[in-house]
T-cell receptor
Framework: EDQVTQSPEALRLQEGESSSLNCSYTVSGLRGLFWYRQDPGKGPEFLFTLYSAGEEKEKERLKATLTKKESFLHITAPKPEDSATYLCAVQAAGNTGKLIFGQGTTLQVKP | DTGVSQDPRHKITKRGQNVTFRCDPISEHNRLYWYRQTLGQGPEFLTYFQNEAQLEKSRLLSNRFSAERPKGSFSTLEIQRTEQGDSAMYLC????????????FGPGTRLTVL
């Protein structure tokens, strides 16, 4: 069964304290792995798509990497405005449209 | 820049009533998706359209749920005879169907069933 697990469930950082979020996945052929940011009461906001092992993408203080079994979202020198829930999702190869999401990691960055 | 829009943003209803939600996708996107999200969980897939054709439905979509996309533009999701367990955020997303098929989400409709 296709599955996504994120860790940790919650993470508290001081402003400027870098860290990484983990997304482990099992899927019958990977079409794409997606990272989203979600603020309370809002819809997920797209961050990155990764397609194959070894791929990396960066945006401001965020960098996403992908291996055959997991993805990491690295946050460098976070700021309080980076506080949010970060969701990882996979889309399996084949004729499917659905994304399979993990439960998310809630990040709190304190000033 | 018009993203995905959803209406209403909040809906409070009594158990047993029917509710209908609307989603307007990004204008050039031919794929439209519905998800449900409960507190502390990631979104769960419900169904997906390519143009007006409903191509995939989750086992989560019981016979009380129906979705339509009559002209391949906006979509509606109807829940009949609502139950307290239907309380959740209902999210709509759209995509262009290109490589990677990145889905862009709307703000969601928060449903509360009393």
């Amino acid at each position: 069964e296709d599955q996504v697990t994120q860790s940790p469930e919650a993470l508290r950082l001081q402003e400027g304290e870098s860290s990484s979020l983990n997304c482990s996945y099992t899927v019958s052929g990977l079409r794409g792995l997606f990272w989203y940011r979600q603020d309370p009461g809002k819809g997920p906001e797209f961050l990155f798509t990764l397609y194959s092992a070894g791929e990396e993408k960066e945006k401001e203080r965020l960098k996403a990497t992908l291996t055959k079994k997991e993805s990491f979202l690295h946050i460098t020198a976070p700021k309080p405005e980076d506080s949010a829930t970060y969701l990882c999702a996979v889309q399996a190869a084949g004729n499917t449209g659905k994304l399979i999401f993990g439960q998310g990691t809630t990040l709190q960055v304190k000033p | 820049d018009t993203g995905v829009s959803q209406d209403p943003r909040h809906k409070i209803t009594k158990r047993g009533q029917n509710v209908t939600f609307r989603c307007d996708p990004i204008s050039e996107h031919n794929r439209l998706y519905w998800y449900r999200q409960t507190l502390g969980q990631g979104p769960e897939f419900l169904t997906y359209f390519q143009n007006e054709a409903q191509l995939e439905k989750s086992r989560l979509l019981s016979n009380r749920f129906s979705a339509e996309r009559p002209k391949g533009s906006f979509s509606t999701l109807e829940i009949q005879r609502t139950e307290q367990g239907d309380s959740a955020m209902y999210l709509c997303a759209s995509s262009s169907g290109s490589r990677g098929d990145t889905q862009y989400f709307g703000p969601g409709t928060r449903l509360t069933v009393l």
